[in-house]
Nanobody, 121 residues
Framework: QVHIVESGGGLVHPGGSLTLSCAASGPIRTMYTMGWHRQAEGEQREMVATITSSFLTQYADSVKGRFTISRDNSKNTIYLQMNSLKPEDTAVYYC???????????????WGQGTQVTVSS
């Protein structure tokens, strides 16, 4: 099983910045797409940003130009640089990783437990 751990969440004022980290570990043969998703209270989870093993990225329209996703393949780690934060960015941010198992090569999707980001005055 792949283990996902997120970190870097916290409280920040509107207009501020925050950087999230996500590290994947376990019996991984090949790491494929990784990404960040968020869920605000009372709302459904939404995709924020994804990055493939070839560093191709996708962003939600609401964060494009403000957030940047990056990847370190040697560490199976991704980051999310969040700038110009707004109150509507407040949510629990979850990391997702798609990877194949070292033993049988079966592809699986794993999720972390999330890290809280709160943007408030």
């Amino acid at each position: 099983q792949v283990h996902i751990v997120e970190s870097g969440g916290g409280l920040v004022h509107p207009g501020g910045s925050l950087t999230l980290s996500c590290a994947a570990s376990g019996p991984i043969r090949t790491m494929y797409t990784m990404g960040w998703h968020r869920q605000a209270e009372g709302e459904q989870r939404e995709m924020v940003a994804t990055i493939t093993s070839s560093f191709l990225t996708q962003y939600a329209d609401s964060v494009k130009g403000r957030f940047t996703i990056s990847r370190d393949n040697s560490k199976n780690t991704i980051y999310l640089q969040m700038n110009s934060l707004k109150p509507e960015d407040t949510a629990v941010y979850y990391c997702n990783a798609v990877a194949s198992h070292e033993v049988n090569g079966v592809v699986q999707s794993a999720w972390g437990q999330g890290t809280q980001v709160t943007v408030s005055s």
